[in-house]
């Protein structure tokens, strides 16, 4: 996806106030489709997305755990996540 911040938008417009949405999406993993890997999402970037959408972000966190090891460099270990999760709702007062 190119821009998620439009599909985080036009979720925001079909919630009813108080409505929630709960996302998840990958985090860690190699790159793909080469010049159109735009984003990785990581907490910070999904609470952006949501709340430029006008959306009221409860909770992030990550997801499972794993080590990543380099095939190249076998000592070069690096420890990260394969999912990132995220819950907003719909204000009450609806979108300001």
Known sequence: MQRPWIAAAEIGKV??????IFCYTHFAFPEHGYLSDYFRFTRAALETIFTDA?????ATDYENPCT??????????RHAFTG????ARQPFGGRP
């Open 15 to 20: 919630l009813r106030p108080g409505a929630q």
């Open 54 to 58: 006008g959306l009221e972000v409860l």
């Open 68 to 77: 990543i090891v380099a095939e190249a460099e076998p000592g070069l270990v």
């Open 84 to 87: 990132v999760r995220l819950v």
